[in-house]
């Protein structure tokens, strides 16, 4: 099992910054790539960041430029580095760690990101 805590969420005004973090603890060894997801209200979850094991990333190309997701293996932590944010980047932001070789996925509890003025 890997347990995911996300951190860092809260309110910010439009062309604000917010860094989000998620630290993963349990069976850490088999975690390959991890990411990024958000759901806004009415709305799917949508992919938005993912980076793999050796630090290989990607974005959907409505975030590029904008978010920038890094991890540190050392300390198990993903993070999120999420710039000039928008009214329509607000919702639940949901970290993600995937088993290698595996169709396993592990979710945090999610971290509320508010954009508004």
């Known amino acids: 099992q890997v347990q995911l805590v996300e951190s860092g969420g809260g309110l910010v005004q439009p062309g604000g910054s917010l860094r989000l973090s998620c630290a993963a603890s349990g069976s850490i060894f088999s975690i390959g790539s991890m990411g990024w997801y958000r759901q806004a209200p009415g709305k799917e979850r949508e992919f938005v960041a993912g980076?793999?094991?050796?630090?290989?990333?990607n974005y959907p190309d409505s975030l590029k430029g904008r978010f920038t997701i890094s991890r540190d293996n050392a300390k198990n932590t993903v993070y999120l580095q999420m710039n000039g944010l928008k009214a329509e980047d607000t919702g639940i932001y949901y970290c993600?760690?995937?088993?290698?070789?595996?169709?396993?996925?592990?979710w945090g509890q999610g971290t509320q990101v508010t954009v508004s003025s």
């Open positions: 993600a760690a995937s088993v290698s070789g595996t169709s396993t996925r592990y």
């Open positions: 980076i793999t094991l050796s630090g290989l990333t």
